[in-house]
């Protein structure tokens, strides 16, 4: 292990040895015991950066500063109003549709449609029928 090495160890794992990766031990602990000063002040500077990270303590925030932080932060939209923009008009437009369709449907029903049947529009078809038809009618006029 060369003493650069060591040091970017030393930087990323701290000055615990048993934090480093174990393929990587062993020949840290050789370069330190053959007396390297570099390897040794980057033992040094870890270790002070450590007992730095572990003597921090967290400031805990007022409670009451936090219930203002989340009361001031923005809510979240409702589906509603999320689409109340576009809804409203399409909804509008969609009942008006519905009652125009709706008063055609109406009026078509109500309108009493002509009979269509073979006395009102004979057709060419019913030639056979018109003359039971008439068979039948001229026999009632004689009774």
């Known amino acids: 292990m060369t003493p650069e090495r060591f040091v970017h160890l030393a930087d990323a794992y701290g000055a615990d040895l048993q934090r480093w990766p174990v393929a990587e031990q062993t020949s840290a602990r050789t370069l330190l015991d053959s007396g390297s000063a570099v390897a040794r002040e980057a033992l040094d500077a870890a270790r002070w950066l450590d007992?730095?990270?572990?003597?921090h303590q967290l400031a805990f925030a007022d409670p009451a500063l936090a219930r203002q932080i989340r009361r001031s932060a923005p809510q979240p939209a409702s589906l509603w109003s999320r689409y109340a923009r576009w809804l409203s008009p399409a909804s509008v437009v969609g009942v008006g549709i519905a009652g125009i369709v709706t008063g055609m449907l109406?009026?078509?029903?109500?309108?009493?449609?002509?009979?269509l049947s073979s006395e009102v529009l004979p057709s060419v078809f019913d030639q056979g029928d018109a003359q039971v038809l008439f068979t039948v009618n001229a026999e009632e006029a004689e009774q």
């Not at 007992?51 to 003597?55: A, G, K, M, N, R």
Request: cysteine-free.
């Open 106 to 115: 109406v009026a078509s029903l109500s309108v009493p449609l002509p009979m």
């Open 51 to 55: 007992t730095q990270l572990d003597s």
